[in-house]
Structure formats: C-alpha cells, structure tokens
Antibody
Framework: EVQLVESGGGLVEPGGSLRLSCAVS????????MHWVRQVPGKGLVWVSR????????TYADSVKGRFTISRDNAKNTLYLQMHNLGAEDTAVYFC?????????????WGQGILVTVSS | SYVLTQPPSESVAPGQTATIACGGN??????VHWYQQKPGQAPVLVVY???DRPSGIPERFSGSNSGNTATLTISRVEAGDEADYFC??????????FGGGTKLTVL
C-alpha cells in the first residue's frame, strides 16, 4: 500500500524556519518525481515545488523561490521541504505528492497534509 | 503565467448529471487532470489525461477537453459526490497549474 506521511508542521513566528518531512512507503521512491502542494484551508490548491528522482533537478513556484528548498533522501525514502523567512502568506496545509512520472505531470498519491501556521 | 478558470460552485440533484468546466487559453492542447477533495481529506485523482479514469474511480466520472474548455462530467450524481473539484495542467512556463476549484453541491 502506498503511503505518504508528512511531519514537521506547526506554529512558527514570522521570519522563522521550519522543515517538513514526508516519509513514503509502498513504492520504489527513487523512481518517482515528488512535489509539494499547499492549500490555505478553504481555498484552492497551489503548487510549491518539485524534485526529480535523484534530487539533481528542482523547481519552485515564484512565491517561494529563494526561501524554500526541496530535497530528498532516497536511502531513507523521505522527501523534505526546508522553509525559511516564513510569512503569514505561507500559512497552509502542505501536501507531499507523488508524480506519476509519466510524460504528463499529474499526481496519483497524496499525503494527508500537514498544517503550517505562521503567526506571532 | 497560465491560468485555469473554474466556476466557484455548481449544484445538481441526485441522479442528474453534473458538468464542471475548466477554462484556459488553448487548454485543448494540454492534458487536463481532475481531482476530487472532500472536507478534511487529501485530493483524489478522478480523471487524468483529459478523459482516463484511475482504477477504482466509477465510470460515472468522465472528462473531455477541446478548444479553451475542459469538462468533468459526473453522471447519475450521488450524495457522496459532493466535494470540491480541481482541474490541473502542466505548463512549461508556469509549471503545475491548478484551477481555483468548484464546489459541487448535491441538492
């Protein structure tokens, strides 16, 4: 059974940092591109970042570029999102997402999501 | 940047057919994917590549895509189909793009 389990969320002050983790199981992790998608509660889905199978290629939404870093540890079957200089606009539920890694980019498995709240 | 536009809400009576539109410039030239999200849950892929269904998704869910509009169609709507629906594409300039979402209400 494919599972993606996020952790590391919580309350952080503006300007602070946080690292999200996503532990995966049930599939060959190093064969799939992975993404982070976020969602302000009650609002729409917003793509944040993606990483290729060996971690050598990363892409970011303009809104997080220079502040967030996506990475992966294939030996540990874990995806990460390091977030710096957080602002209120980063408050959201963050989903770890598996890319089908076919020619078209879409997502077949999602984690349950982890809430990040940026507030003083 | 590429934009996908969805109506904020749609409503349908049980047993009827729901259609949810997703508009974008020449979206017919892209592959469109659809997700269903129920309150408090993660999204679930219900249609990919315009009209294909993942295993486990009922045949009642179908999709089409042409010109500037992609459409998700849900036939014989059930109470359990009440959810938010999001369309999504990949754009080489904008990366992953989601529509704003449509809240489907089953009357």
């Amino acid at each position: 059974e494919v599972q993606l389990v996020e952790s590391g969320g919580g309350l952080v002050e503006p300007g602070g940092s946080l690292r999200l983790s996503c532990a995966v199981s049930g599939f060959i992790f190093n064969s799939y591109w992975m993404h982070w998608v976020r969602q302000v509660p009650g609002k729409g889905l917003v793509w944040v970042s993606r990483i290729n199978t060996d971690g050598s290629v990363t892409t970011y939404a303009d809104s997080v570029k220079g502040r967030f870093t996506i990475s992966r540890d294939n030996a540990k079957n874990t995806l990460y999102l390091q977030m710096h200089n957080l602002g209120a606009e980063d408050t959201a539920v963050y989903f770890c997402v598996r890319d089908t890694s076919m020619a078209r980019v879409y997502f077949d498995y999602w984690g349950q999501g982890i809430l990040v709240t940026v507030s003083s | 940047s590429y934009v996908l536009t969805q109506p904020p809400s749609e409503s349908v009576a049980p047993g009827q057919t729901a259609t949810i539109a997703c508009g974008g410039n020449n979206v017919g030239r892209k592959s469109v994917h659809w997700y269903q999200q129920k309150p408090g849950q993660a999204p679930v892929l219900v249609v990919y590549d315009d009209s294909d269904r993942p295993s486990g998704i009922p045949e009642r869910f179908s999709g089409s895509n042409s010109g500037n509009t992609a459409t998700l169609t849900i036939s014989r709507v059930e109470a359990g189909d009440e959810a938010d629906y999001f369309c999504q594409v990949w754009d080489s300039n904008s990366n992953v793009v989601f529509g704003g979402g449509t809240k489907l209400t089953v009357l």
